[in-house]
C-alpha cells in the first residue's frame, strides 16, 4: 500500500502546472516520485507534469555504511563544513564522483580534493610569472602544448556529453596541468631559446574558464576588495616583500676577486638568507605565500581555510 501526501498546491503556487526539471535522491524514484506524479497528473489534468526527473547519489559517511542524512543525526551544517574547507574544495570533491553516484564523505577525500585545488592554483601561478618573465625556463615545445589543450578541450567535451562525466572532465584538465608543469621547469640562467607565452596564456584562460563555469573561481588572489583594511594590508606586504627581496639579493650577491673569498662572503651572508627564509614561513602561517623566482618575488594571500603550510627552501 503506498503512502498518499497531497502537497500539489503549495507547488503550483509558485512553479505553476508543470515543471521543467525535478530532482531528488536515488531512493525517491519510486514510490515517491512516482507517487508525486500521479497526484500532480491527475490535480492538473495533464499528461506530463515534469519533463526530466535527475535523481543524484547520496553523501555517505563512514564509507558505505549509512549515508548523511538529517534523521540519521550524523550530518555536518555548511557552517560547521566552512570552518575547515572552502566552497571551491567542497565544489571540485562533488566533481571528483559522478552525479548518479554515492559520494564518500571524510577528511581523507576533501584533503584530496584540496590538494588538487592547490596545485591547479599553484600552475596558474608558475605560468602567469612564466609569462611576465619572471620564472627562468629551458625552451618551451609550444606544439606540444598546443596539442595537449586541443585534446584535453575535446576530452572535457565529451566527458560532459556523457553523462555529465565530471570526474572525467577534471581528470583530463589535470593531466593538461601534468604536461604544463613538465615544461615549466625553472633554470638558473636564460634561456637560448625564445619564449612562448602564448600557449600559456591559452592554457591558463581555459583552465579559468572551466572552473569558472562549475563555480570554483581561480581568480588573482592578490586582488582586493575597496575595503580600506584590505587595500591597506596589500601595500604593507607588498613593500615587505619587496624589501625582503633586496636583502636576498644582496645576500646571494658575490663581489669578491677570488672564489675563496666569494665563498667566504656567501657563508658571512647565510644569517641573511635564513632571516629571508623564517620571514616568509612565518607568513606562510598567515595565509601570506611568498614565492621566490630567479630575479624576483610574488605573493599571493590564500584562503585560511585551502593554505597549503611548506616550509620556505
Not at 236 to 252: C, I, T
Amino acid at each position: 500500500m503506498w503512502t498518499i501526501k497531497l502537497f500539489t498546491e503549495p507547488p503550483s503556487l509558485v512553479f505553476g502546472s508543470q515543471l521543467d526539471i525535478h530532482s531528488g535522491g536515488v531512493d525517491l524514484a519510486f514510490p515517491h516520485h512516482e507517487n508525486e506524479i500521479a497526484q500532480c497528473e491527475a490535480f492538473h489534468q495533464c499528461k506530463q507534469w515534469g519533463n526530466y526527473f535527475l535523481h543524484s547519489g547520496h553523501l555517505h559517511v563512514k564509507g558505505k555504511e549509512e549515508k548523511m542524512s538529517k534523521s540519521l543525526k550524523n550530518y555536518i551544517t555548511i557552517k560547521d563544513f566552512l570552518k575547515t574547507f572552502s566552497p571551491d574544495v567542497f565544489r571540485l570533491f562533488c566533481m571528483r564522483s559522478s552525479y548518479r553516484a554515492a559520494i564518500d564523505y571524510s577528511d581523507g577525500t576533501m584533503l584530496e580534493a584540496k590538494h588538487l585545488l592547490l596545485v591547479v592554483a599553484a600552475f596558474v601561478e608558475d605560468a602567469r610569472a612564466y609569462m611576465k618573465g619572471q620564472l627562468v625556463c629551458g625552451p618551451i615545445r609550444d606544439d606540444v602544448l598546443w596539442e595537449r589543450l586541443c585534446h584535453t578541450q575535446e576530452a572535457v567535451r565529451a566527458a560532459l556529453a556523457d553523462d555529465f562525466d565530471t570526474p572525467a572532465a577534471v581528470d583530463a584538465i589535470m593531466d593538461l596541468i601534468h604536461h604544463g608543469n613538465r615544461q615549466l621547469k625553472a633554470r638558473t640562467k636564460e634561456p637560448g631559446g625564445p619564449r612562448s607565452p602564448a600557449v600559456f596564456g591559452s592554457i591558463v584562460s581555459y583552465i579559468k574558464q572551466f572552473f569558472e563555469t562549475v563555480g570554483i573561481s581561480l581568480a588573482d588572489r592578490q586582488l582586493v576588495s575597496e575595503d580600506s583594511s584590505r587595500a591597506t594590508l596589500h601595500s604593507v606586504v607588498e613593500e615587505l616583500v619587496r624589501f625582503r627581496l633586496k636583502v636576498r639579493q644582496f645576500a646571494l650577491a658575490t663581489e669578491a676577486a677570488t672564489r675563496e673569498a666569494g665563498r667566504q662572503q656567501l657563508l658571512d651572508r647565510r644569517p641573511l638568507l635564513e632571516a629571508c627564509d623564517t620571514l616568509r614561513q612565518d607568513l606562510a602561517a598567515h595565509g601570506i605565500s611568498i614565492k621566490d623566482r630567479s630575479s624576483t618575488s610574488t605573493w599571493e594571500l590564500l584562503d585560511h581555510r585551502t593554505q597549503d603550510h611548506k616550509p620556505g627552501s
